[in-house]
């Protein structure tokens, strides 16, 4: 209550603009920074999604580079970071936001594309009853080739 108050008053107060921090008066910062990503790539994926973006390198190389270098201007230009005393905070939670992206866009994309994905299905499941039909496969392996594994 009052502590928490406090607590998080003191912290946005380390960083607000050109507060310098470094790893001894913000040791949070790293999973500050992890969050800004997660919700960078969260935002983004949705965008993507709401787009209807079908460009996948264009939107993947870009989503990237709004995880990874928008918390660096963040924290070098805004916040004057001391960011030699921390370990690895330029790159720490880009790939789990960079996840979070994709599986977001995936999941929008997917979600208004359900006739394809549903002829997709039935193309896969009938190609592979056909293949099951002009072949027998034999669970067991030519007598000569038990002892090879």
């Given at each position: 209550t009052f502590e928490q108050t406090k607590r998080t008053t003191t912290t946005m107060t380390r960083l607000s603009y050109h507060s310098k921090p470094d790893a001894t008066t913000v040791p949070e910062l790293p999973v500050i920074t992890t969050w800004i990503r997660f919700v960078l790539g969260g935002?983004?994926?949705?965008?993507?999604?709401?787009?209807?973006?079908?460009?996948?390198?264009?939107?993947?190389?870009?989503?990237?580079?709004?995880?990874?270098?928008?918390?660096?201007?963040?924290?070098n230009s805004y916040l004057d970071a001391n960011i030699e005393s921390y370990k690895s905070l330029s790159f720490i939670g880009v790939p789990n936001a960079f996840a979070l992206m994709l599986l977001i866009w995936i999941t929008i994309f997917t979600m208004q594309h359900g006739e394809a994905e549903s002829s997709l299905g039935e193309l896969i499941s009938g190609a592979t009853m056909i293949a099951g039909r002009e072949e027998a496969v034999d669970p067991m392996p030519p007598s000569g080739m038990e002892g090879e594994f």
């Open positions: 935002l983004y994926g949705v965008s993507l999604g709401l787009r209807n973006e079908t460009k996948g390198i264009t939107g993947v190389l870009f989503g990237l580079n709004v995880i990874t270098f928008m918390p660096m201007f963040w924290f």
